[in-house]
């Protein structure tokens, strides 16, 4: 599945999920996770489980 330019991060995870259900569960919580990462504002409180370290820990243990 490419990305279009045209598309925001949910869109292309409902896209990319459609086209691969088996793993539509982990593509949308990558695709929010990195939306909040992005878009949202910082976290004031810094903790260990940062929503840095949490797409970070998404993304390595997704194995389409």
Not at 26 to 41: F, P, V, W
Not at 50 to 56: D, G, I, N, S, V
């Amino acid at each position: 599945v490419q990305w279009q330019t045209w598309e925001d991060p949910l869109v292309f995870a409902e896209r990319a999920a459609s086209a691969l259900p088996a793993h539509a569960e982990n593509i949308r919580g990558i695709a929010h996770d990195y939306a909040n990462l992005r878009y949202a504002a910082p976290p004031k409180n810094s903790t260990a489980d940062t929503p840095l370290t949490k797409l970070r820990a998404r993304i390595v243990a997704f194995r389409p």
